[in-house]
Antibody, heavy 119, light 108 residues
């Protein structure tokens, strides 16, 4: 069973870069034909897809984030990462990493990590 | 992007009752790319249904999904206390993938 675990700072200052890593266990990030995604959820609100990456490094991100997103993969460490530049208070949320499954669903999720943007 | 509108916002029902949750898309979504999730407080979402009607591993058969085009629904045939949660629909027929705003199911 694939397991995912997010890690990174829980507090980021406005205008700085949010950096998170998702470590995958129970399977190789290179196996199968599925993408690995980042999704976020502000407190009490809905879910927003941030972007995704394939093991080869191919990926895409949500245009709503206006190019502030960089997602990378490190197959040697079986993990992938998120960088979100120029953060503001509206980027405060629980950030999840997830493995995509059949039909573009998100089959496996990390437990989530709260990132607060505040000075 | 495709907007998913879920209704009702909140559903309050008794154990054993049937719950029907609606998810309406702003444009047609291939049923291949429609999923449903359950989220309990403090937890990550859990995949319930994918490809509109296929239950994920370990999901009880009281959960069922149906629909096509712009109208999809999730039915919980006989509510159990542990079904108290927020339920989200999600599409990936068109990028970016989007989620509905959620339906909160409360068990009386």
């Amino acid at each position: 069973q694939v397991q995912l675990q997010e890690s990174g700072p829980g507090l980021v200052k406005p205008s700085q870069t949010l950096s998170l890593t998702c470590t995958v266990s129970g399977g190789s990030i290179t196996s199968g034909s599925y993408y690995w995604s980042w999704i976020r959820q502000p407190a009490g609100k809905g879910l927003e897809w941030i972007g995704r990456i394939y093991a080869t490094g191919t990926g895409s991100h949500n245009p709503s984030l206006k190019g502030r997103v960089i997602i990378s993969v490190d197959t040697s460490k079986n993990r992938f990462s998120l960088k979100l530049r120029s953060v503001t208070a509206t980027d405060t949320a629980v950030y999840y990493c997830a493995k995509e499954g059949p039909g573009g669903s998100f089959q496996y999720w990390g437990q989530g990590t709260l990132v607060t943007v505040s000075s | 992007e495709i907007v998913l509108t879920q209704s009702p916002g909140t559903l309050s029902l008794s154990p054993g009752e049937r719950a029907t949750l609606s998810c309406r898309a702003s444009q047609s979504v291939s049923s291949t790319y429609l999923a449903w999730y359950q989220q309990k407080p403090g937890q990550a979402p859990r995949l319930l249904i994918f490809v509109a009607s296929i239950r994920a591993t370990g999901v009880p058969d009281r959960f069922s999904g149906t629909g096509s085009g712009t109208d999809f629904s999730l039915t919980i045939s006989r509510l159990e206390p542990e079904d108290s949660a927020v339920y989200f629909c999600q599409q990936f027929g068109s990028s970016p993938p989007t989620f509905g705003g959620g339906t909160k199911v409360q068990i009386k």
